[in-house]
């Protein structure tokens, strides 16, 4: 079976941090790229981040510039997504995907929450 598995949501403060976690298991995830995606509430879903399946090329949406990083553990098929200064419009299900284009998506997933609140 082809999953993938995604770990440390959470409920955090404005300006704090969060590392999320990318885990695949069925396939080897370094020969995928990998995206970051989020969904708030009454929203549609939107690309956060991008690495490529060589690790060596990164993209992030604007709005997350400068404070998200993702980076990717081959030896253990893992992709992260290390979020700093959250801000409340940050708060969503965050989910990784085997494609950094939603249409491309053959594996989401099932997303983990992020609430980003006083």
């Known amino acids: 079976q082809l999953q993938l598995v995604e770990s440390g949501g959470g409920l955090v403060q404005p300006g704090g941090s969060l590392r999320l976690s990318c885990a695949a298991s069925?396939?080897?995830?370094?020969?995928?790229?990998i995206g970051w995606f989020r969904q708030a509430p009454g929203k549609e879903r939107e690309g956060v981040s991008c690495?490529?399946?060589?690790?060596?090329?990164?993209n992030y949406a604007d709005s997350v510039k400068g404070r998200f990083t993702i980076s990717r553990d081959n030896a253990k098929n893992t992709v992260y997504l290390q979020m700093n200064s959250l801000k409340p419009e940050d708060t969503a299900v965050y989910y990784c995907?085997?494609?950094?284009?939603?249409?491309?998506?053959?594996?989401w997933g099932k997303g983990t929450l992020v609430t980003v609140s006083s």
């Open positions: 995907a085997s494609n950094c284009v939603g249409a491309l998506v053959d594996y």
């Open positions: 069925g396939f080897t995830l370094d020969y995928y790229d």
């Open positions: 690495i490529r399946s060589s690790g060596d090329n990164t």
